[in-house]
């Protein structure tokens, strides 16, 4: 391998000279243009200038999102100064590999300059994202991965032009900057430097994690609590039970759209003392059981040995993340839940004895799940197709676009499932077209014979909402029949 490229000893032009050559060396580096290492002011006070301007760029941005209102969040200093060691870390082994103590500050120092630039940017997603503006806010997720992968490549190009080496060295200086210094950050979650204080109230509210003792032991009784209340089948009649999950406990809006849709399916479907809910939420850990695949296959079980499975209909409501291998996020930190796939949906359904289904899936993706619950006896709709994100999850929101399109509005208007998943699905279409996003392209399949059933169905639910009794007195006289079901609805 041919000689490395040596410069001289690193000049000083002064503090504030150096930072400003740095931090243009940085923006360079980080839209990935070349820098030569004499370009850089390696000196160990201009790590330190670097890392207090990138904490009040921080500050700065965090402060505005909050809108002034907040207080310090130390926990945040740990996490911002994180760069520091990892930066020299990698530099470390580079200037090891290299045989050349001079690249540690000057690798380190090129690391840390990229790095504000990406935190400058990674601020700006988030005060995005606080404000609600679109279409950065709904494709939030995505830009962020983004940001994260053309972060580490910035950084190990920036390590490998300052070394200066040739092939195979330059890989390995590219992947050390990658390993050492940007894996890490994937699983260390962020803290603001600054955040709105809660109230009393709340943080009470917070503070019952699933580890606490009385939570953690308490979870058990608290499902056969849950199950023990529902309401036994009746006979003749065909009664429609729900059993929603809310799957990701960091983001209030699955538990805001699984408490919608019960109470709607409670109002207009005749599921009162029919309704199961599991959800994982800070907030509910008290009230509701956690939403776990175990969980859930329990609740089916006893739902299942409840119903008159020739009879009856379970309506399985999940709201969650959803992944591009077609899994269901269940998840509760620190609690490790197993993610729920097709395969193990549909083996819950049939181990339950559960004959008439009716399956909706609130989830990036989810359309993969269509395929594998197909039978004559189900009815399965879902907020994506098997390629495509949906819309509206987020710390911000409160309904996601399928839940708010389809159980807000749609359900309210209509006793068919299918036709409010139609309207839902125009109502989406629209308004991702207005918002310029990619067509998240719901998906809908219903078996021959569910179809029949749940249009029989509908009648029965009609009357009820009008205050009619369940049977209408035709007394032989079809046309007076028909006449009162129509007026029904």
């Known amino acids: 391998m041919p000689s490395p490229t040596h410069y001289g000893a690193p000049v000083s032009h002064g503090a504030l000279k150096d930072l400003a050559t740095n931090l243009l060396s940085g923006l360079r580096a980080a839209l990935l243009l070349p820098r030569a290492a004499r370009h850089w002011r390696p000196f160990a006070a201009q790590i330190v200038l670097l890392m207090l301007l990138d904490g009040i760029v921080t500050l700065a941005f965090d402060v505005f999102e909050a809108d002034g209102e907040g207080v310090f969040n130390w926990p945040g200093v740990?996490?911002?100064?994180?760069?520091?060691?990892?930066?020299?870390?990698?530099?470390?082994?580079?200037?090891l590999r290299t045989r050349r103590d001079?690249?540690?500050?000057?690798?380190?120092?090129?690391?840390?300059?990229?790095?504000?630039?990406?935190?400058?940017?990674?601020?700006?997603?988030?005060?995005?994202?606080?404000?609600?503006?679109?279409?950065?806010?709904?494709?939030?997720?995505?830009?962020?991965?983004?940001?994260?992968?053309?972060?580490?490549?910035?950084?190990?190009?920036?390590?490998?032009?300052?070394?200066?080496?040739?092939?195979?060295?330059?890989?390995?200086?590219?992947?050390?900057?990658?390993?050492?210094?940007?894996?890490?950050?994937?699983?260390?979650?962020?803290?603001?430097?600054?955040?709105?204080?809660?109230?009393?109230?709340?943080?009470?509210?917070?503070?019952?994690?699933?580890?606490?003792?009385?939570?953690?032991?308490?979870?058990?009784?608290?499902?056969?609590?849950?199950?023990?209340?529902?309401?036994?089948?009746?006979?003749?009649?065909?009664?429609?039970?729900?059993?929603?999950a809310a799957g990701y406990a960091a983001e209030d809006v699955f538990l805001n759209e699984v408490g919608l849709a019960a109470d709607v399916m409670r109002a207009r479907f005749d599921t009162d003392h029919r309704s199961v809910l599991l959800a994982n939420n800070a907030k509910t850990v008290h009230v509701l059981p956690v939403a776990s695949a175990t969980a859930l296959a329990r609740a089916l079980k006893v739902v299942g040995d409840t119903i008159d499975p020739d009879e009856d209909v379970v309506f399985v409501f999940l709201t969650?993340?959803?992944?591009?291998?077609?899994?269901?996020?269940?998840?509760?930190?620190?609690?490790?839940?197993?993610?729920?796939?097709?395969?193990?949906?549909?083996?819950?359904?049939?181990?339950?004895?559960?004959?008439?289904?009716?399956?909706?899936?609130?989830?990036?993706?989810?359309?993969?799940?269509?395929?594998?619950?197909?039978?004559?006896?189900?009815?399965?709709?879902?907020?994506?197709?098997?390629?495509?994100?949906?819309?509206?999850?987020?710390?911000?929101?409160?309904?996601?676009y399928f839940g708010k399109a389809y159980f807000d509005e749609a359900l309210r208007g209509t006793f068919s499932f299918e036709t409010a998943f139609e309207r839902a699905r125009s109502t989406i279409a629209r308004r991702e077209q207005t918002l310029a996003l990619t067509a998240s392209n719901p998906q809908l399949f219903v078996g021959r014979a569910i179809a029949a059933k749940i249009h029989r169905m509908e009648g029965r639910f009609a009357r009820l909402a009008a205050g009619l009794p369940r049977t209408v007195p035709c007394h032989g006289d079809a046309a007076a029949c028909g006449a009162a079901v129509a007026g029904a609805h």
């Open 102 to 244: 001079e690249l540690l500050i000057r690798v380190a120092t090129g690391l840390v300059a990229v790095t504000l630039w990406f935190d400058l940017g990674w601020s700006a997603l988030g005060l995005a994202q606080a404000r609600n503006w679109a279409p950065v806010s709904e494709h939030i997720a995505n830009i962020t991965y983004a940001l994260f992968a053309w972060w580490a490549l910035a950084l190990g190009l920036c390590a490998a032009r300052i070394a200066g080496t040739r092939y195979p060295g330059r890989l390995a200086d590219f992947g050390w900057a990658i390993v050492v210094l940007a894996l890490p950050f994937w699983w260390v979650p962020y803290q603001p430097l600054w955040q709105i204080e809660q109230d009393p109230e709340e943080v009470v509210a917070e503070d019952y994690v699933v580890t606490h003792e009385d939570v953690f032991y308490g979870q058990s009784e608290l499902l056969d609590e849950t199950l023990g209340r529902l309401a036994p089948q009746r006979r003749g009649v065909e009664d429609l039970y729900f059993v929603g």
């Open 320 to 400: 969650t993340h959803g992944s591009e291998d077609h899994q269901l996020a269940m998840e509760f930190w620190p609690l490790q839940l197993d993610s729920i796939t097709p395969a193990m949906l549909k083996a819950m359904l049939d181990e339950a004895g559960i004959k008439w289904r009716v399956v909706a899936i609130s989830a990036c993706y989810s359309g993969g799940f269509i395929e594998p619950l197909e039978d004559e006896r189900t009815l399965v709709m879902t907020a994506s197709d098997a390629d495509n994100t949906s819309f509206g999850c987020g710390a911000d929101s409160d309904l996601t």
């Open 78 to 95: 740990p996490r911002l100064l994180l760069v520091v060691p990892l930066a020299l870390g990698a530099a470390w082994l580079v200037s």
